[in-house]
């Protein structure tokens, strides 16, 4: 597998935050008692340079996600006139929404499922010369993009969802593709490589040759692969990456396959799920983009809309946090090969949301570096941080299937302080429990039966 080792020093992240400790530890109650896989290892990158928030800039995410996808509908842009100011919207869009470290922007135009018109506005641009005028447009777009950020590394993603069956089905119902609009139908497969993802990489490989400058910050990331957390999904995507390129549409990439021709590789929902097989598939997908030219892979939505409807947005949001970043550390990757975003994340109730979550962790934690903790207790999957940013710890119990705990909750290795604050975070629910911390252990009163997918959030000082 490729090393994408996290480099010392770097300097990822919101800059000036006071130096000091704290932990951040993290355990999902599901299984036989384990111990953390991850063993402490020093960490080079500010956590939240690994975390992508959807829509708009905050504090705890070094990257926005889907800024600029309504500037423009292909169906519109008919003329010069029109592509000129589809262009100028554009690059407004991307210019006032400035994220602290880099965005994640969708190419306008990529057909979308949620309006089959752009599927027919986009055949039509491919009809024209077979696929140059989109291929140049791409090119504008993404000088255009580069120009509303200056120095901003920017992600260009190439559709969403490709394999959902929205998306297939609307390739099938505008001419694109024969297909009975499956989800995971691999007949898709040449119709989106080499209809949308071919000459989108042209458009733009030829910007970057135009403009050496914007070498190594300008990538490209495949479209995104909906409900990773199943196989079926996950087959898909690897068949995608195999695909050998005809190149009707863009003979400069013929015989490539699409695994090479992308920088970045982005699914969706894997680890959201209540399970604990989501390590091993995280580590099966590693395992097969590193076979390809592809830099990285990145999770570019979780959470989703279903928890926080639910009132579970802020619990989830720390099974989500916790399990990632116990990723990241456990293989050493660096920004430069991951990132993990925010879908929902305002979503739910007032007090209950992902933001509640998030800001209470970056409260604590500020945007410092996290080392990995080796956790022990009684029962469960346990992940533990160590930060540089605050005098104070964060323990955080995440239980992902329903649990019954009548004894105390004790927690060892390595924990700093003396006193403890907790509270058990549930559905629409935020209640105190006590707790106590001596010698390095922190013990919790646990409220007996817990909900599935509750946290229990600790402040330790």
Wanted: hydrophobic share 40%; net charge positive.
């Amino acid at each position: 597998m490729k090393s994408h080792k996290i480099r010392e020093g770097s300097t990822s992240g919101r800059r000036g935050y006071k130096a000091a400790i704290a932990c951040a530890v993290i355990i999902l109650l599901a299984g036989p008692p384990q111990v953390s896989k991850a063993a402490a290892t020093p960490g080079g990158a500010n956590w939240t340079a690994y975390i992508s928030a959807q829509d708009e800039p905050v504090p705890w995410a070094n990257t926005v996600r889907g800024i600029g996808r309504n500037a423009f509908t292909l169906d519109v842009v008919t003329t010069e006139k029109d592509k000129s100011e589809a262009l100028d919207h554009l690059k407004t869009s991307v210019s006032v929404n400035n994220a602290a470290g880099s965005m994640i922007v969708p190419i306008g135009g990529i057909p979308n499922a949620a309006r089959p018109e752009e599927f027919t506005a986009y055949k039509a641009w491919l009809a024209r010369d077979a696929g140059a005028s989109w291929s140049k447009f791409v090119k504008l777009q993404v000088k255009a993009i580069a120009s509303a950020q200056p120095g901003k590394v920017i992600y260009l993603q190439v559709g969403n969802e490709v394999n959902s069956v929205k998306f297939i089905a609307s390739l099938g119902d505008r001419g694109l593709l024969n297909a009975l609009g499956l989800a995971n139908d691999t007949s898709a497969i040449p119709a989106y490589v080499e209809q949308v993802l071919a000459p989108t990489v042209a458009g733009v490989r030829a910007a970057l040759a135009d403009d050496p400058a914007l070498k190594g910050r300008i990538f490209v990331l495949s479209g995104t692969i909906a409900n990773a957390f199943k196989p079926e999904s996950r087959e898909w995507l690897k068949q995608l990456l195999g695909y050998r390129i005809e190149g009707k549409f863009a003979p400069s990439l013929k015989g490539m396959h699409a695994g090479d021709v992308v920088d970045y590789v982005g699914i969706h929902y894997l680890i959201s799920r209540d399970d604990q097989a989501w390590r091993e598939d995280l580590g099966s997908l590693a395992g097969a983009i590193a076979h390809y030219r592809i830099k990285g892979l990145f999770l570019t939505e979780e959470l989703g809309r279903k928890f926080p409807e639910d009132g579970l947005g802020e619990a989830v949001a720390y099974k989500v946090l916790v399990r990632y970043l116990s990723w990241v550390y456990a293989n050493n990757y660096s920004p430069d090969y991951t990132r993990m975003n925010f879908w929902g994340w305002k979503m739910g109730p007032q007090g209950s949301t992902a933001n509640d979550a998030m800001n209470n962790v970056f409260h604590h934690l500020g945007s410092s570096k996290l080392t990995p903790l080796k956790l022990n207790a009684q029962q469960g999957e346990i992940y533990g941080f160590k930060s540089v940013g605050s005098n104070s710890s964060l323990v955080v119990s995440v239980f992902a299937q329903a649990t019954r705990i009548d004894e105390q909750l004790a927690i060892s290795g390595g924990l700093t302080g003396s006193n403890a604050s907790c509270s058990i975070v549930a559905r629409d629910s935020d209640r105190g429990l006590n707790c106590t911390i001596k010698n390095g252990t922190l013990v919790i009163n646990t409220p007996g039966a817990i909900p599935m997918n509750s946290v229990i959030v600790a402040f330790v000082k």
